[in-house]
């Protein structure tokens, strides 16, 4: 194979699908234990009774939700990138498929 070629590896392309879903996953669940140890609620029990932390208070929480809404877009991303690796490696087999057929070897389809 000439050196400016494209090749692609399908499992390899399938450990990397793999991977992603895998980190989605994992930041999912960081995600909804960073949300239960730093939400509103949480926030506001650590800080209830000091009378002159509202402002503290405050900043605490709006830094939580920013850094939550952050994660979330990362997972987001992470499960799209997944979900089109996976559709890259579909799509992959399938034009092997057909190539195949093209040169004469049979699918096992129609044997």
Do not use: P, W
């Not at 669940?29 to 239960?36: I, V």
């Not at 405050?58 to 997972?75: F, L, P, R």
């Amino acid at each position: 194979m000439a050196d400016n070629s494209a090749y692609y590896e399908d499992g390899v392309g399938r450990n990397l699908a793999k991977k992603f879903e895998l980190q989605a996953y994992d930041l999912r669940a960081y995600l909804k234990k960073f949300r239960d140890e730093t939400g509103e609620e949480a926030i506001s029990d650590g800080f209830g009774f000091l009378t002159e932390s509202d402002e503290v208070r405050n900043a605490y929480i709006e830094y939580s939700t920013t850094a939550a809404a952050a994660m979330a877009a990362v997972h987001e991303h992470l499960d799209t990138l997944a979900e089109a690796l996976r559709q890259v490696n579909k799509n992959t087999e399938v034009t092997d498929g057909d190539v195949a057929v093209l040169f004469g070897k049979s699918t096992g389809a129609h044997e």
